[in-house]
């Protein structure tokens, strides 16, 4: 008995204040101890003291609700699955002076979207942060390792830059991350990797930019690419090691994010003399443009190479050459539109689409280009039909460019829907409206109608709006509006344009 009023003295003088839901660490706690608030699963949120040094293995292990908790900038150890299965966890921003994320410090929180990393960490040990199939995050520069199954089911990451320190990559680092699209490697010199281990990108079904230093001694396990495109592929290893043997403006562009400044690219790319030119237009051994590799990096530097390269080509070329499309039939706007929402990603994408539609489209090339456009739609039977695309044209294209412009965003939402496996059936379990149902509804308006010839087109132009909002719930709202938002981006900088010209 004596021991147990002991332990709840102690537990007291530990927390200024105690809820289900709420807790208050006192001021002078400077540990928080070994599975302290593990399985509480109301602990909503948690208010830890300026001098915290240390948080101990599993403290806040299981907390399911665990939403608002700030790391003061005191701490300097994070225990082993320190905050593992806090599902509702969102943010977490990690301060400087702590050098490594321990075993499964945020495994399987769900809906961890973003964790700063300082810059003082060096290690990412096993289980770090698998399944967290939310999380978008950028490692630290001074990252020398990264452990097994690190990042293993993080489906959200879509670009991951691994700084030039890192000397080995762990099993199934990057496992079943399925929606990574480009990893880039530091290929040059600078790169101190020599172990990659084995299925790093297992199942990465979606990888299709990726390098690989070609050194001397270094380890490669089996596996790497365990079911992705490249599995099939004979010599997959060697060939992504001399990917860039012939393309010296291809390997320019993809080591952009490794120290190399606009000023840099300049300097090299001139060197490089004519090379410029007709490197625009060539696709690489992976199928990959200068303008694919730019716009699968969310780097802010690749803007300025973007703006050096239309500086130096012909702005025919370039909208010639971004029409290109990779081996999976994929232009390079798509990248720069459909990424995880970066800033970077958008600003290049909206320098695309200007060049992409700088010459104007004639009447009958932009008809031309709708009427395949509407084949291709009824060809793949998705959710759309003649009158919803016109719609669309009639709601948007007041002048000549902006149709183009609808019209080049129509096929990449065609192409988004393709590349993420999607039909608006799958999305959504709002049923349609059947044909006969379609029938029997334009009847009874049609018993209605009273008025002139004008009031019938004008009934006949709400029934495809109608028919537009019916498929808008099921389920394609949120891609109308990414369509709707990016137009409206793009226009000023196209009048600003038509101005200086």
């Not at 292990?61 to 966890?89: E, R, W």
């Not at 990108?201 to 299709?208: D, E, H």
């Not at 929402?341 to 932009?366: D, F, K, N, V, W």
């Amino acid at each position: 008995m004596n021991n147990r009023a002991s332990s709840k003295a102690e537990k007291d003088e530990s927390l200024e204040s105690e809820s289900a839901e709420h807790v208050v660490v006192a001021r002078h706690v400077q540990s928080i101890a070994t599975a302290k608030f593990q399985g509480r699963s109301l602990l909503t949120t948690v208010e830890l003291p300026v001098g915290l040094q240390e948080i101990q293995k599993k403290a806040f292990n299981h907390c399911l609700s665990l939403v608002d908790i700030s790391i003061p900038s005191s701490v300097q150890v994070i225990g082993k699955k320190a905050f593992s299965d806090c599902y509702a966890l969102e943010e977490m921003n990690i301060p400087e002076g702590i050098a490594v994320i321990s075993s499964g410090t945020f495994a399987s929180c769900g809906m961890l979207r973003t964790v700063q990393l300082p810059t003082t960490v060096v290690r990412i040990s096993s289980d770090a942060f698998s399944y967290c199939a939310k999380l978008t995050i950028q490692l630290p520069p001074k990252l020398t390792r990264i452990g097994n199954r690190a990042f293993l089911g993080c489906s959200r990451i879509q670009t991951l830059l691994i700084p030039s320190t890192v000397v080995s990559l762990g099993d199934s680092t990057f496992a079943s991350c399925t929606g990574l699209k480009s990893i880039e490697v530091c290929t040059t010199r600078k790169s101190a990797l020599t172990e990659i281990g084995g299925y790093v990108f297992s199942k990465c079904q979606s990888l299709i930019n990726v390098a690989i230093p070609n050194k001397k001694g270094m380890e490669i396990y089996a596996f790497v690419f365990h079911n992705t495109r490249f599995n099939d592929e004979r010599d997959v290893i060697k060939k992504l090691q001399n990917r860039f043997k012939r393309f010296p403006v291809h390997r320019l562009c993809y080591n952009q994010g490794h120290g190399l400044t606009s000023n840099d690219f300049d300097n090299r790319a001139m060197y490089q003399g004519k090379r410029i030119n007709p490197s625009v237009a060539m696709r690489d051994d992976l199928g990959l443009t200068v303008f694919h590799i730019l716009a699968l990096s969310e780097k802010a530097s690749s803007i300025a190479i973007y703006d050096f390269l239309k500086r130096s080509v012909r702005v025919d070329t370039i909208g010639r050459c971004l029409w290109l499309k990779d081996n999976d039939g994929n232009l390079a706007l798509a990248y720069s539109i459909f990424s995880t929402e970066s800033p970077h990603s958008q600003s290049l994408a909206r320098s695309m689409t200007s060049s992409m539609i700088a010459p104007r489209l004639s009447r009958s090339t932009l008809e031309q280009s709708k009427n395949e456009l509407l084949q291709r739609i009824r060809d793949e039977t998705m959710s759309f039909d003649y009158e919803v695309v016109n719609e669309i044209f009639h709601q948007l294209s007041m002048i000549e460019r902006k149709e183009s412009i609808i019209l080049l965003l129509l096929a990449l939402w065609k192409q988004k829907m393709h590349m993420d496996g999607l039909r608006f059936s799958n999305r959504s379990s709002v049923e349609r409206p059947s044909k006969r149902q379609k029938v029997s509804v334009i009847q009874e308006e049609d018993n209605k109608v009273t008025g002139s010839q004008e009031q019938s087109k004008q009934e006949e132009r709400q029934s495809s709006l109608d028919r537009w909002n019916c498929y808008l719930r099921a389920g394609a709202d949120d891609m109308i509006s990414s369509v709707l938002s990016f137009v409206g981006q793009v226009e000023p900088e196209l009048q600003l344009q038509s101005e200086e010209a």
